[in-house]
């Protein structure tokens, strides 16, 4: 087993195990546990009571963070030539069709989200095999095959994301960085977690947010009081 740094006994010293935060105190607190020499990414994991395996207790969803990832979000926008100028105004980071589908075929993935029509949809089925394993598949569910291309790049960019429970039953999610002030950080955590209870499945039986738990890259876990959200 490998040891501890002394930068990782301290954080660990500082978090009480035997303790549930408030989501107020360990939005504070991640700042406080985390010391690496990069900003750090802050993430969030809740475990739900649902069976995923059950296609009526599937929770999947978006949400845009009033903060934004903190993320330079690569997009892609597979678009017909008419819709090209739209997403490049909007801000995506690559536009055009043929010749990134062929990118992929050739198994470039170097993007973050990928954004497209209706009418291109057919054309990335035979990428499927590529796309999804690396979550980037576009699907109208997240707002991410759309005739309004700049208004989906704007979103993404301004912070939006997607989310789908694991076979585990956990969500997880990153909601911005160590760089954010501790309001910023509980906003964005408080937003996925409230979008979270507003999607509860009815066939959902039991306790629903079971455990949730904030941490930054390097740092400890933080667990948080799941009946105070």
Excluded: C
């Amino acid at each position: 087993m490998a040891k501890l740094t002394k930068k990782q006994k301290e954080a660990n010293s500082k978090i009480d195990k035997n303790k549930f935060y408030s989501l107020k105190d360990a939005a504070a607190l991640i700042k406080e546990v985390s010391s690496a020499k990069f900003d750090e990414s802050v993430d969030i994991a809740v475990r739900l009571g649902v069976d995923p395996r059950k296609a009526n207790q599937m929770v999947r969803g978006v949400v845009t963070l009033p903060h934004g990832t903190g993320k330079d979000v690569k997009v892609l926008a597979l678009v017909t030539p008419d819709k090209e100028a739209e997403a490049k105004e909007a801000g995506a980071d690559y536009v055009g069709l043929d010749e990134y589908l062929q990118k992929i075929k050739d198994g470039w993935t170097d993007v973050d989200v990928i954004i497209t029509m209706p009418s291109v949809m057919g054309k990335l089925g035979p990428l499927g095999r590529i796309l999804g394993p690396r979550g980037l598949m576009p699907n109208p569910k997240t707002g991410t095959v759309t005739m309004d291309v700049a208004k989906a790049v704007a979103e993404v960019k301004a912070g939006k994301i997607d989310f789908k429970v694991d076979k585990t039953g956990i969500v997880h999610a990153g909601i911005g960085k160590v760089s954010f002030g501790a309001e910023q950080i509980f906003d964005n955590a408080h937003e996925i977690i409230q979008t979270l209870i507003k999607l509860k499945p009815t066939a959902a039986k039991g306790v629903y947010i079971k455990s949730i738990y904030l941490t930054s890259t390097m740092s400890p876990a933080i667990a948080l009081d799941p009946k105070a959200v």
